[in-house]
DNA sequence: AACAAATATTTCCTATTGGAAACTTTTCTC
DNA sequence: GAGAAAAGTTTCCAATAGGAAATATTTGTT
């Protein structure tokens, strides 16, 4: 199965290289990693404690390097803390891609144009980003009109802006989505678009890695 | 800094949760990992010992899963035994998430109310995703309105779906975004949204880890 | 500035780890 | 298959991690 097409299919997938990305850097101060990353999502000790099982002072301690946590500690500051454990082990911030930001008028972004979508490429400005922003206009009008399923990998959000569209998958029914309506699946489940309203659809989608 | 409201950061955070996945799997068998890495290299503990600089009866009871090694002696063990630490985590395929597919109707989010935002959480009934999309009333009309920054680990999307909003972010200028418009930015850069039109501004948010 | 509330650190104690050496099991060698 | 050497496990204890509560610090409010 390929995608609609296949500049748009390297296209889509020159970005998605992006997101894939550094290598593995030496666990230098677990405790300063731990604190950036609780900090990041605005937790207290308290709350982070009460996520991760471990008491209040232990994570202090761990932070400011005071203690050596077991690797049973680890685990449950990552499960807790909802980070991967190798993301510890990975230079603290990655400097490239701290405090961006990408603003895109609208109408502004990179076209790209295929048989079956008129895609709009957002935040185009930006490389190396975790998730990929487009919005389409959805011109294809019969599932015929697709040569085959298009996956991804990843995960797609997809909501509908304007219009209405058929959504068909490769495991469930086909199923309508009129403008508000919103979809989140396996990119890599086969699916398409048709248009369904009397002018074309237009979905914004979001796929991540 | 904290979130808009401790309920709404937990709650937000609770969803987050969902993304962090496998990663607290693996490491079940941290033990069995590093015995299998040992014997493929054809060490016995007494040189496994001499080049990690661990104990042989210290080794033995890793391997063994009798101890939990502190996060030092994983180190230790990486680095004399010449392996990447995210290596032992290795994460194994995810059959759970595949071939998923959730539709939200409009209007239809599980709704969660702040004194700045109206949210409606998207795709609410799939967990462990990768993105987390959620639908926003912005109520706020002022800056001062907030305690402090937003931040979030990850990268955040934003789309202005209605109205028009004044964009603050820690390290540029306000902009303001009319309906079409959408951004693209480090959620962990402080940054904070307030409608400037009439009516309460309406945007789309997808963040991911 | 003074107070209160929230957040972070330190203390003190118990539980667990890590190491040296004793002990056990496995693998050679004859 | 007995004995010796090598490899692995267990024991015992000193060192260190982890938790509860006390203390200190920071932040917010009047």
Redesign the interface.
């Known amino acids: 199965m390929t995608d609609e097409t296949p500049a748009f299919s390297s296209m889509i997938d020159k970005e998605r290289e992006q997101k894939s990305t550094e290598a593995?850097v030496a666990?230098l101060q677990?405790g300063k990693r731990v604190r950036e990353?609780r900090?990041?999502?605005?937790?207290t000790l308290e709350?982070a404690s009460r996520r991760t099982g471990l008491a209040r002072s232990t994570l202090s301690k761990i932070e400011n390097e005071q203690i050596?946590?077991?690797?049973?500690?680890?685990?449950k500051l990552?499960?807790g803390?909802?980070?991967?454990?190798?993301q510890l082990?990975v230079n603290p911030?990655d400097a490239r891609?701290?405090?961006?930001?990408?603003?895109?008028?609208?109408?502004e972004g990179r076209p790209h144009p295929t048989p079956t979508y008129e895609h709009e490429i957002?935040?185009n400005q930006?490389t190396n980003?975790?998730?990929l922003?487009y919005k389409s206009t959805v011109r294809a009008r019969d599932f015929d009109q697709y040569p085959g399923w298009v996956r991804h990998a990843?995960?797609e959000?997809m909501?509908v802006?304007k219009g209405k569209v058929r959504?068909y998958?490769?495991?469930?029914e086909p199923?309508d989505?009129?403008?508000?309506?919103?979809?989140?699946?396996?990119g890599?489940?086969g699916h398409a678009l048709v248009s369904i309203s009397e002018e074309d659809a237009e979905v914004?989608w979001?796929t991540?890695?």
Do not use: C, H, W
Not at 68 to 75: E, G, I, L, N, R
Not at 97 to 107: E, N
């Open positions: 593995n666990p677990l990353i900090l990041a999502n605005n937790l709350e050596s946590p077991t690797f049973q500690a680890v685990q990552a499960t803390l909802n980070i991967d454990i190798p082990f911030q891609t701290s405090g961006r930001r990408d603003v895109t008028r609208f109408g957002l935040a930006l980003k975790k998730m922003p990843g995960e959000f909501l802006l959504f998958t490769e495991f469930y199923v989505l009129d403008t508000g309506d919103s979809t989140y699946y396996d890599t489940m914004l979001v991540s890695n």
